[in-house]
């Protein structure tokens, strides 16, 4: 690789079905990458078991997500894709990395607390180290740049301070990534209680739009949509549920929020909602065709995985062997 090359990374959980929040805040800027930049996209299978799952679901759900990398543009030939279980470096260095990463730092992730408010009679210490894991998985590969949400950024915070301890006692070991946060879609809202994310896991099915939703599923979704009591598609203080619709829009339609007040000037919310519903139909038709033909074809997605595994492998080791040796480790 060239030294000069820079490196992306990224993870997606595959505990849940996708949502165009997925979609529009991850998945898709993770093809606007320049071909120049050595890419590696990674299904994180080891996060997800943080929280109980079925297996064969959790399986099943790996398929999917590496198959949805693929139908949202990302080519297997020039990304590298795979599954972090399948590269043993990830857990190595999380261990590792967990000797070096404070019980108080861990203390004060929010999305711990959160997590451990909602699976109250299971905080195991896998939730309460996977931000280390996290920041294994980006420093195994000198990442440079890692394209995530905004409500990762703590997390990647956390990863740079464990980065530079670790340089600081044992000279330059890791590079020091930078989180890239788009701001298109950044922050895709739930349709029913729109100050809140939208989130994969929500109980509430009409609260989110998942990637493979049927055209139907979406329309009534999006019709069902919470706004507020006033009649004008207008951004503003206090319409989060017409904000969140108009970022929707946006991001599928690629018109500016003004383009958008102009369009429904004198119209309902009911016209707007069907415009977005159709918008999104519109724009997840082609993931969903490219989706389902890759799922129909297992043996293609093992023989990515297998490539994308060794790739990584290949990069980790490079790694791996540094640490060991700063560590005092033999061989
Ligand atoms: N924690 C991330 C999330 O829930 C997923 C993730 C795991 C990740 N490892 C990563 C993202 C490394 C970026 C880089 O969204």
């Known amino acids: 690789m060239n030294r000069d090359m820079k490196t992306v990374f990224?993870?997606?959980?595959?505990?849940?079905?996708l949502t165009i929040g997925n979609y529009l805040g991850a998945i898709r800027n993770f093809a606007t990458f320049p071909e120049d930049y050595k890419r590696f996209y990674c299904v994180v299978d080891l996060h997800a078991i943080t929280v109980r799952q079925v297996p064969a679901e959790l399986r099943r759900r790996t398929y999917e997500t590496l198959a949805l990398y693929i139908a949202c543009g990302l080519d297997p030939?020039?990304?590298t894709l795979f599954v972090q279980s399948q590269v043993p470096a990830h857990a190595e260095l999380a261990w590792m990395l967990n000797c070096y990463t404070m019980f108080g730092e861990l203390s004060r992730m929010t999305q711990f607390k959160d997590k451990s408010a909602k699976h109250a009679d299971n905080?195991?210490?896998?939730?309460?180290?996977?931000?280390?894991?996290?920041?294994?998985?980006?420093?195994?590969?000198q990442t440079d740049i890692v394209p995530v949400g905004i409500d990762q950024k703590q997390h990647l915070e956390l990863t740079r301070d464990i980065a530079a301890r670790f340089n600081?006692?044992?000279?330059?070991?890791?590079?020091?990534?930078?989180?890239?946060?788009?701001?298109?879609?950044?922050k895709i809202m739930s349709l029913a209680e729109p100050t809140q994310k939208m989130s994969k896991s929500d109980p509430n099915p009409n609260a989110v739009i998942r990637i493979l939703d049927t055209p139907e599923e979406i329309m009534k979704k999006c019709k069902r949509a919470v706004t507020d009591s006033e009649t004008e598609v207008r951004y503003g203080e206090g319409k989060d549920g017409i904000n969140n619709l108009m970022s929707i829009y946006r991001c599928f339609t690629g018109k500016?929020?003004?383009?958008?007040?102009?369009?429904?000037?004198?119209?309902?919310?009911?016209?707007?909602?069907?415009?977005?519903?159709?918008?999104?139909?519109?724009g997840l038709r082609p993931v969903?065709?490219?989706f389902a033909k890759l799922m129909a074809d297992k043996a293609y997605l093992e023989e990515v995985m297998k490539k994308g595994?060794?790739?990584?492998?290949?990069f980790a080791r490079r790694t791996m062997s540094k640490v060991r040796r700063k560590l005092g480790f033999i061989g």
Request: proline letters at 6%; zero cysteines; a negative charge.
């Open 123 to 141: 905080i195991n210490a896998g939730l309460f180290t996977y931000p280390t894991l996290m920041a294994a998985d980006i420093l195994l590969y």
């Open 168 to 186: 600081s006692v044992y000279g330059d070991t890791f590079t020091m990534p930078e989180p890239y946060i788009p701001e298109t879609g950044m």
């Open 10 to 17: 990224s993870g997606v959980q595959p505990s849940g079905n």
């Open 77 to 79: 030939e020039k990304n």
């Open 309 to 314: 595994a060794a790739d990584a492998a290949y």
């Open 256 to 282: 500016t929020f003004e383009e958008i007040e102009r369009e429904f000037a004198g119209r309902g919310y009911g016209d707007f909602k069907t415009a977005v519903g159709e918008a999104i139909v519109e």
């Open 288 to 290: 969903q065709s490219e």
